[in-house]
């Protein structure tokens, strides 16, 4: 796969289409971080609204 690799967001997760397999970044210009819950306290209550199953 041919990925152009964002160096200013970094992401570990593979099963996202805009992982970069060849190195952990995304290839999206920006994303869009977001939340589950109505007052986030922990890194766990935050997501990656910008994520699309491979």
């Known amino acids: 796969m041919n ?3 964002n160096k200013s967001i970094e992401c570990t997760v593979s099963q996202c289409a805009y992982h970069c397999s060849d190195a ?3 290839s ?3 994303i869009l ?3 589950h819950e ?3 306290t ?3 209550c935050t997501d ?3 994520f699309r199953k491979k």
Do not use: E, K
């Open 3 to 5: 990925c152009h690799a």
């Open 24 to 26: 952990n970044f995304c």
């Open 28 to 30: 999206l210009d920006r």
């Open 33 to 35: 971080v977001g939340t």
């Open 38 to 40: 109505a007052n986030p």
């Open 42 to 44: 922990q890194d766990q």
């Open 48 to 50: 990656c609204m910008s």
